[in-house]
C-alpha cells in the first residue's frame, strides 16, 4: 500500500521533522520512501509543509498533491489541503491549533489537542510526534516498535536525552 | 539524505579535494556539506566571492591536475559560462552542478529545467560542448558523481550534472557504492615540474587560426568517441508502445507515474528517459519509439528538449509537448490527461 503523506503546519512546528520520522519508519520497514519539504520563501514565519511517501514499488513523483493522509497542525493548512485529499483518506489535525471543522464527509478525519498535550505533559514542541502517535493508532502505518527505531535513528548522539521525551509523546498519541 | 548532500559525499569519496562556490538556493546543502566535510578529508573547501571568482578557481585547481567542482543554481551557472568556456578551451577536467531553478532573471526558487538549452548547445562561447548528465534520484546522483569525474579526467573536459530543486532538496535512502579511486595520471598538469621535465602549459588563447581550428578539430574527434561511447538512456515500458513519452531528471519520474496510470487503464504508453543530454540518446530513443504513433515530450521548461527529440527521429512521427515552467512541477494526473488527449487508444 502506498501512503502519501502531506504534513502541514507554521514554520517551527516542527512539521519538516516530523515527516524525515515517518520517511525513517518507512525506511526501517523496508518500503520505499521520499521526502520533499516546500523550501519557499513561505517557510520563514509562514506556513510549512513536507511529502513524504511510502511505497512497496518505487515512488514516482516525490511533491504530493493529492494525500491520502493530511496531517494540519494549523487552520491555514488544513483549509488549503483539504480539497485535495483523496475520498477517504485519512486527515488529522492538533485541535489546539485547527479551529475548523473538517468540511467533508468522504474522509475519515480526527482530532487530538496535540499542542495542548504537549504542554500539560511538559513536552515542549512535541506536539508533531504526539500526532504521529495518533497516526499510528488510526492508520497502523508503522508500529509503535519501527517508531522507536526511527526516531533512535534520526535523534543525533549529543541529543539522545531527547528521545525519551520523543517516545512518551508518541505514547500519548496512541493512547488518546 | 537530501540531495544536494549526496552529491557533496559522493564526491568527497570521488577524490574530489577542491571545492569552490557561492551560495544559492535551491543547492545551499551542497556547499554546506563540503564546507562541514571536505577539509577532514584533505581537500579545500573555499566560499568564493562570486559565482566568477569560484568557477576560476576550478579552472586553477583543475590546471594543477586535481579533482575539482563547483555548484550552482540557474542565475549562478550563467555567471559561470565565460569560465566554463575557458576550461573547455583549455582542456581541463572538471565537475559542475547545476540545480536549475526557475527562471529567467532571478526567477524563482522552485524546481526547474529551463536551462536544458544553455547546458547542451550553448553552456559559453566558442566551438565546445559539456557531457551532460540528468539524474533522476539522489541514488542516481551519487552513482552520476562518481562516473562525472571519471568521465571527465577520461576525456579531459567538464562534465555538468544537470538536477533541479526537487532532486536537491528531497530525501531519499542512499547507499554509497565501493568506489576505489582510479584518477589518471595527469602528465598535463601544471603541477611543478620541478626541473625535471618540460614545463606543461595549460591555454586556451591561439592567435593563429590554423592553430586554433586544429585543436577545435581535435577536440570534436573526441566528442566523436563520446558520442559513441558514452550516450545513455533509460528505456520503460517501450516495446509495445503506442505512445512514448520523453522526460529526463525529475520530470522523469512524474512521467513514469503518468505511465503506470496509463497502463492501468489500458493504454500502451512507455517513456525513454534520456540520462545524458549531450550526448542526447538518439539511437535509444528510436529504438524506444519504433513501434509508437506518437510522441510527448514533458519538461518543467516551455518545451527545451523537443527540437532534439524531433532531430533524432528525423520528423518521422509526430512530437507534442507538455510541460509547467517557472518552478510548477507537473503531477501523473495533468500528464494522464494530456497522453489521452493527444490519442491514447485504450
Known amino acids: ?176 | 539524505m537530501k540531495g544536494n548532500e549526496a552529491v557533496a559525499e559522493a564526491a568527497i569519496r570521488a577524490g574530489c579535494k577542491c571545492f569552490f562556490g557561492y551560495p544559492i538556493t535551491p543547492q545551499n546543502e551542497l556547499p554546506a556539506y563540503f564546507a562541514k566535510k571536505l577539509q577532514a578529508s584533505g581537500g579545500v573547501f573555499l566560499q568564493a566571492e562570486s559565482e566568477i571568482a569560484a568557477i576560476n578557481m576550478v579552472l586553477g585547481a583543475a590546471s594543477a591536475g586535481v579533482r575539482s567542482m563547483t555548484s550552482s543554481s540557474s542565475p549562478g551557472i550563467s555567471l559561470k559560462a565565460e569560465g566554463i568556456s575557458y576550461i573547455a578551451g583549455s582542456d581541463l577536467p572538471c565537475v559542475i552542478v547545476n540545480v536549475q531553478r526557475g527562471g529567467p532573471g532571478l526567477g524563482s526558487i522552485q524546481p526547474s529545467q529551463a536551462d536544458y538549452l544553455q547546458a547542451t548547445k550553448a553552456m559559453g562561447h566558442g566551438d565546445f560542448h559539456v557531457i551532460v548528465y540528468a539524474p533522476c534520484s539522489v541514488q542516481e546522483m551519487v552513482d552520476t558523481v562518481f562516473k562525472a569525474f571519471e568521465i571527465a579526467d577520461l576525456y579531459r573536459m567538464p562534465v555538468m550534472i544537470l538536477a533541479d530543486g526537487l532532486l536537491g532538496q528531497m530525501m531519499e535512502p542512499v547507499s554509497f557504492p565501493d568506489f576505489t579511486l582510479s584518477e589518471p595520471t595527469k602528465k598535463w598538469a601544471a603541477d611543478g615540474h620541478g626541473g625535471k621535465r618540460k614545463k606543461n602549459i595549460i591555454n586556451s588563447l591561439f592567435l593563429q587560426p590554423d592553430d586554433l581550428e586544429r585543436t577545435i578539430r581535435e577536440r570534436f574527434a573526441r566528442y566523436d568517441e563520446i558520442k559513441a561511447r558514452e550516450t545513455e538512456a533509460e528505456l520503460y515500458m517501450t516495446e509495445d508502445a503506442d505512445i512514448v513519452l520523453v522526460a529526463y531528471g525529475a520530470t522523469a519520474r512524474v512521467v513514469k507515474s503518468a505511465v503506470n496510470l496509463a497502463r492501468e487503464q489500458g493504454i500502451k504508453a512507455g517513456l525513454v528517459r534520456p540520462v545524458t543530454l549531450w550526448p542526447f540518446p538518439e539511437k535509444e530513443l528510436n529504438e524506444g519509439a519504433q513501434n509508437a504513433r506518437a510522441l510527448l515530450c514533458c519538461e518543467m521548461s516551455m518545451g527545451q528538449m523537443v527540437d532534439d527529440v524531433k532531430l533524432a527521429i528525423n520528423c518521422s512521427k509526430p512530437v507534442t509537448f507538455y510541460g509547467r515552467t517557472g518552478g510548477s512541477i507537473p503531477s501523473p494526473t495533468e500528464i494522464l490527461e494530456e497522453i489521452k488527449r493527444i490519442g491514447g487508444v485504450v
Not at chain 1, 507554521?10 to 516546500?38: C, H, T
Open chain 1, 1 to 176: 500500500m502506498t501512503h502519501e503523506i502531506l504534513a502541514a503546519g507554521f514554520g517551527g512546528q516542527g512539521v519538516l521533522f516530523l515527516g524525515r520520522v515517518l520517511a525513517q519508519a518507512g525506511l526501517i520497514d523496508g518500503k520505499e520512501v521520499s521526502w520533499f519539504p516546500s523550501y519557499g520563501p513561505e517557510m520563514r514565519g509562514g506556513t510549512c509543509n513536507c511529502s513524504v511517501c511510502l511505497s512497496e514499488k518505487p515512488i514516482g513523483s516525490p511533491l504530493v498533491t493529492h494525500p491520502s493522509v493530511l496531517i494540519a497542525m494549523n487552520t491555514p493548512s488544513l483549509e488549503k489541503f483539504i480539497d485535495f485529499v483523496v475520498p477517504g483518506g485519512v486527515v488529522i489535525c492538533d485541535s489546539t491549533m485547527v479551529d475548523t471543522e473538517v468540511s467533508r464527509d468522504d474522509v475519515k478525519a480526527f482530532s487530538i489537542p496535540a499542542s495542548q498535550l504537549a504542554a500539560d505533559n511538559d513536552l515542549k514542541g512535541g506536539a508533531n510526534i504526539i500526532l504521529i502517535g495518533k497516526l499510528i493508532k488510526e492508520t497502523g502505518v508503522f508500529t509503535r516498535e519501527t517508531f522507536k527505531k526511527a526516531i533512535e535513528k534520526i535523534v543525533p548522539p549529543e541529543r539522545e536525552h531527547l528521545i525519551a521525551g520523543n517516545l512518551r509523546a508518541a505514547e500519548i498519541g496512541i493512547n488518546s
